[in-house]
């Protein structure tokens, strides 16, 4: 990888990160347009809860690099999920977001996958 595609790289990891964090944050916390959206949805407070938690685990891990790629696909999972719900009961254009978050991590995943975390390189690296 390039010097600048390294940057560029970690600039998008760390502005996706700091936009997870708050997007879990917000539904952890109940925040009301995070409560109305799940009510929309037809979803559980609970569950509102939950996905808030595995963003904001997913948001810490994607700056970690050796999770970065276990990361993205996870938090590439829930774009997917939020982007078939707001097709489903709100204006398209709502679920905008969550369709360039996925092609974002999806960059991420591809440019992060293969790195192996340090203390498992004793293991696996010859």
């Known amino acids: 990888m390039s010097r600048s595609q390294n940057y560029v790289t970690w600039g998008v990891t760390i502005i996706l990160a700091l936009a997870f964090l708050g997007a879990g944050s917000a539904k952890v916390i109940g925040h009301e347009s995070m409560v109305q959206a799940f009510t929309v949805f037809g979803l559980p407070g609970w569950f509102r809860i939950t996905i808030g938690v595995f963003e ?9 690099p050796a999770f970065a790629g276990a990361s993205s696909f996870g938090l590439s999972i829930l774009m997917v999920g939020a982007f078939a719900l707001h097709v489903m009961y709100t204006p398209l254009a709502d679920g905008i977001p969550a369709l360039v978050f996925f092609i974002i991590l999806t960059y991420i995943y591809l440019v992060r996958k293969n790195v192996v975390p340090v203390y498992l390189q004793k293991y696996l690296i010859d």
């Open 56 to 64: 904001i685990l997913g948001s810490v891990l994607l700056i970690v």
